[in-house]
């Protein structure tokens, strides 16, 4: 089976920059989405495509994929940020697979 | 703005069997993946319908005991649970698929709606 990895936690202070991982086998090969959960609702798809943003999302979330990593960056993080997150990929065309979640303090 | 609405969950016994459905915009043509949630847990995939009805794929975890459906004739899609486990608790959620080209489902998809979710306990 294919195996995402992301770190199980991150912090980060209000205006920095917020840096997530998820990391798989040849996974730049592979289109990555991200999702962001806050507490009590449902995901929301924040990246598709490795890199692009669906209308509402801020430009502050930006997105890559190369190797075996792919990275969710947050810009100018704000409070409001505070979420897990959670990166998505196929392993092929009938499995799907989710990394298994990052949660993001802002301090 | 709500998209997808889950219903069915509810408490039951391990060995039963649960069916959980899913409408809303995009139900009868997208594809649409189930994704659950155990408390205090990630998001693991359950199983995938492609947007043509024809191919349906399921995690290890449930197959052989889950099986989608879809009944486009009422905007409609199934989730049959049989020989429910204590581990099948969850938050189960509904999502559409979007791809590249629209809504053909491939490699390339990702999740674009989701649905808040239906809590299925299991527990003797």
């Known amino acids: 089976s294919y195996d995402l990895t992301q770190p199980p936690s991150e912090s980060v202070l209000p205006g920095q920059t917020a840096t997530i991982t998820c990391s798989g086998h040849?996974?730049?090969?592979?289109?990555v989405s991200w999702y962001q959960q806050r507490p009590g609702q449902s995901p929301l798809l924040i990246i598709y495509?490795?890199?692009k943003r669906p209308s509402g999302t801020p430009d502050r979330f930006s997105g890559s994929n190369s190797g075996n990593t792919a990275i969710l960056n947050i810009s100018g993080t704000q409070p409001s940020d505070e979420a897990d997150y959670y990166c998505?990929?196929?392993?092929?065309?009938?499995?799907?697979?989710f990394g298994g979640g990052t949660k993001l303090t802002v301090l | 703005q709500v998209q997808l609405v889950e219903s069915g969950g509810g408490v039951v016994q391990p060995g039963t069997s649960l069916r959980l459905a899913c409408v809303g915009s995009?139900?009868?043509?997208?594809?649409i993946h189930w994704v659950r949630q155990a408390p205090g847990k990630g998001l693991e995939w359950v199983a995938v319908?492609?947007?043509?009805?024809?191919?349906?794929y399921y995690a290890d975890s449930v197959k052989g005991r889950f099986t989608i459906s879809r009944d486009s004739s009422e905007s409609k899609l199934f989730l049959h649970m049989e020989s429910l486990r204590v581990e099948d608790t969850a938050v189960y959620f509904c999502?559409?698929?979007?791809?590249?080209?629209?809504?053909?489902?491939?490699?390339?998809?990702?999740?674009?709606?989701w649905g808040q979710g239906t809590l299925v306990a299991v527990s003797s």
């Open positions: 999502a559409r698929d979007r791809g590249p080209s629209g809504t053909e489902t491939s490699t390339y998809s990702w999740l674009e709606a």
């Open positions: 995009g139900v009868s043509n997208h594809g």
């Open positions: 319908i492609y947007n043509d009805g024809l191919k349906k």
């Open positions: 040849e996974l730049g090969a592979k289109f």
């Open positions: 495509q490795d890199s």
């Open positions: 998505l990929a196929w392993e092929d065309s009938t499995s799907v697979v």
